[in-house]
């Protein structure tokens, strides 16, 4: 899935930036870039896009008065210096919220984020006549920037993440090596389906389908052990009991 996309920035320079990171991103599309929201309005009115990438401050017609006349086909991610403008930006909707300076890892995250919610919106519009065409759900991924490389995760080959403190270790099936990537833990758990992925303590997330052994309250990963804390343990047990993975309650567990 392509996002179409419009950068839109009074600052020649923050345009720049954007239109560098547009490109770098293999699920986006650049339309085109604006210095003005009266000029992006107008072409708006001609050819909609999936998402615009926008500034707030910016002279005539700011950002937030721009995203108040959107279709609901298209959605906005605010890039400003200014936090003060966070809640009013969620309250016109807007996926997400970056502040100046804009690294390219927190816009990799927000624009996942919007794959997401497309993604979700494209299954949820499939009328009850179209699902059953495809034999099976449509695989889900991640991309997330690697060295000098994005690289591109099935969800279901992730058996565990590992938080460290600037960056996270990826393991994945198939994998000799976890994948690292430059990106807070909680960044990440934000961008996984929360029906699939769960934290079982301050440092790691599980996927719990690929769990096979539970012991003294670590979940085993071949020689790995992975440590299930108290504060996460009683939620943890009840998604096992929810999904079905064991019988009966286990929120007596040991």
């Given at each position: 899935m392509k996002l179409r996309c419009l950068v839109i920035d009074d600052e020649p320079l923050a345009v720049e930036l954007m239109e560098g990171y547009v490109h770098k991103t293999p699920f986006l599309e650049l339309a085109g870039s604006f210095e003005s929201g009266t000029a992006a309005f107008a072409a708006l009115r001609e050819d909609p896009?999936?998402?615009?990438?926008?500034?707030?401050?910016?002279?005539?017609?700011?950002?937030?008065?721009?995203?108040?006349m959107l279709s609901e086909e298209t959605r906005v991610i605010f890039t400003t210096a200014f936090s003060r403008y966070a809640v009013e930006?969620?309250?016109?909707?807007?996926?997400?919220?970056?502040?100046k300076p804009i690294s390219y890892n927190d816009f990799l995250?927000?624009?996942?984020?919007?794959?997401a919610w497309f993604e979700l919106k494209r299954r949820a519009d499939r009328t009850p006549e179209e699902a059953p065409r495809k034999a099976e759900p449509e695989r889900q991924s991640l991309?997330?920037?690697t060295e000098y490389r994005l690289q591109?995760?099935?969800?279901?080959?992730?058996r565990y993440i590992e938080g460290l403190k600037d960056y996270v270790k990826i393991h994945v099936e198939g994998e000799p090596h976890p994948i690292l990537s430059l990106l807070s833990l909680k960044t990440l758990e934000e961008q996984?389906?929360?029906d699939r992925f769960i934290r079982v303590h301050r440092s790691y997330i599980v996927q719990p389908s690929k769990i096979r052994t539970?012991?003294?309250?670590?979940?085993?990963?071949?020689?790995?052990?992975?440590?299930?804390?108290?504060n996460c343990r009683q939620a943890f047990y009840d998604f096992l009991s929810r999904h079905s993975l064991f019988p009966g309650s286990l929120s007596d567990k040991e």
């Open positions: 896009v999936d998402l615009l990438f926008c500034d707030i401050q910016m002279p005539g017609l700011n950002g937030m008065e721009l995203s108040r930006g969620f309250r016109v909707r807007a996926l997400d919220y970056l502040l995250a927000a624009a996942n984020k919007a794959l991309f997330v920037k591109r995760i099935d969800l279901d080959r992730i996984l389906p929360s539970i012991e003294r309250n670590r979940i085993v990963f071949g020689s790995e052990r992975i440590p299930i804390s108290e």
